[in-house]
């Protein structure tokens, strides 16, 4: 019984040490003590950013052999490299939670694990690596300015370095769109057309409105998030309007006005019905994208293990 | 296929020009020194950010534990004498 006691008061003097930090804005350490359920938090929401960097590979992978020019070409892959390196610079940062690479990749196989719903959708024309440039990284970026401030120190890191990297992804988007739309009849269509379909998914990256987003509360309190899902959203949604404008497409949405009295713009409903369908995994490409991903992931283990094979005989020399 | 092993990991270290310190630039997973080296280039110097690069085995790296910090740094706080402030300079004194 004493010793119970002992351990509850314990306890209680580690939480208040942790809440103390938290509260004076000190960043948290992976040697840190810190309650279970912020490990457990961060566990899941870098995982599953990392699971997103990667995965977000693929619909731009699809056009690697169909760029438009040698220039596109050299481009796209270096932006693909990138977000394999972002993937790697999260991967590290959940690491140092104590959940290991391969746990995290068992759970993104078996479901557990999510990714961004966004790239549960297909990249029909070239179009739409502009539009995942300019939207889907531009709404990430957002998100990602707003994390270089979370609490705990690898995560924020990591974000510090993909944010200085993300604006040449977001730039070589809009670029893009702005050429298709300087171009043929066609092409101008092919951005509309791509502009359409991206941008209400764009708006879903961002989650939940507030007050129904499942996890918000603990984030917040833990500053692990440091701004809500509609805040960021108007963000986003504020500094894309004129970009759009300027190159000449049109918003795919007949409610969107400029507020005077709020100083943003006021947006249609966003259908949420689609975004449940879709992270519920009957998006049109949920099932690819595992498949593609846990059968190059099984095709290279033989690499992984030639590689040990030949790191242990070099020792035994 | 024999294993789904992801190799082992290790700390990147990174300069970014000479003259500065090494900084703690995150991990890699590779099967050994070369390949250590190799991933922390791709991963962390894509745009020309360090000039050297150390790579140390993770289970190689010793550190302080956070709960002894107030036994562990102990002895720096009682030792002002040790901060340039410490000392009294005479009215007028220049360059020191």
């Not at chain 1, 959940?99 to 719903?117: F, V």
């Not at chain 1, 991206?198 to 409105?209: E, I, N």
């Not at chain 2, 360090?50 to 910090?69: E, H, L, R």
């Amino acid at each position: 019984m004493e010793l119970l006691e002992k351990y509850d008061k314990l306890s209680e003097q580690l939480l208040k040490t942790f809440e103390g930090k938290i509260e004076r804005g000190d960043a948290i350490e992976p040697r840190d003590n810190m309650p279970d359920g912020y490990r457990k938090h961060l566990i899941r929401q870098i995982s599953q950013h990392a699971h997103s960097e990667v995965i977000g590979m693929q619909p731009e992978g699809n056009w690697i052999t169909r760029a438009p020019s040698l220039k596109a070409k050299q481009v796209l892959l270096a932006k693909i490299q990138d977000e394999g390196g972002h993937g790697l610079y999260l991967y590290s940062a959940a690491e140092t939670l104590g959940i290991t690479r391969k746990e995290m990749i068992d759970q993104l196989h078996t479901g557990k694990a999510k990714y961004s719903n966004i790239f549960n959708y297909p990249s029909l024309t070239w179009a739409d690596i502009g539009a995942i440039g300019w939207l889907v990284d531009g709404a990430a970026i957002v998100n990602q300015v707003s994390l270089q401030r979370t609490s705990y120190g690898p995560y924020s890191r990591a974000m510090v370095r993909i944010c200085k990297e993300e604006s040449f992804h977001q730039r070589q988007g809009y670029e893009i769109m702005a050429k298709m739309m300087k171009g043929t009849k066609d092409q101008q269509e092919m951005a509309q057309d791509a502009m359409n379909r991206w941008w209400w998914p764009s708006l879903m990256m961002f989650g939940p409105h507030d007050g129904e987003s499942p996890h918000t509360s603990d984030a917040v309190k833990w500053k692990i998030k440091r701004s809500s899902n509609d805040e960021l959203r108007q963000k986003f949604i504020d500094k894309t309007v004129p970009q759009a404008e300027l190159i000449g497409l049109t918003m795919p949405d007949k409610d969107l006005k400029w507020n005077e009295t709020k100083n943003c713009y006021d947006h249609g409903p966003i259908d949420w019905n689609e975004f449940y369908r879709v992270i519920n995994g009957n998006g049109p490409c949920n099932r690819q994208r595992m498949e593609h991903h846990a059968r190059v992931h099984h095709e290279g283990g033989w690499v992984r293990a030639a590689a040990e094979a030949y790191s242990k005989k070099k020792e035994n020399i | 296929m024999a294993t789904d092993s992801q190799l082992s990991m290790w700390e990147v270290f990174m300069q970014s020009k000479p003259g500065n310190n090494y900084i703690h630039a995150g991990t890699v997973h590779a099967s050994d020194k070369k390949m250590a080296l190799q991933n922390a280039r791709d991963t962390y110097t894509r745009r020309g950010e360090g000039t050297s690069i150390w790579v140390v085995p993770t289970d190689a790296i010793v550190a302080s534990d956070p709960n002894d910090n107030d036994m562990f740094f102990d002895p720096a706080n009682d030792k002002v004498y040790r901060l340039p402030t410490f000392y009294v300079m005479p009215e007028g004194a220049k360059a020191i």
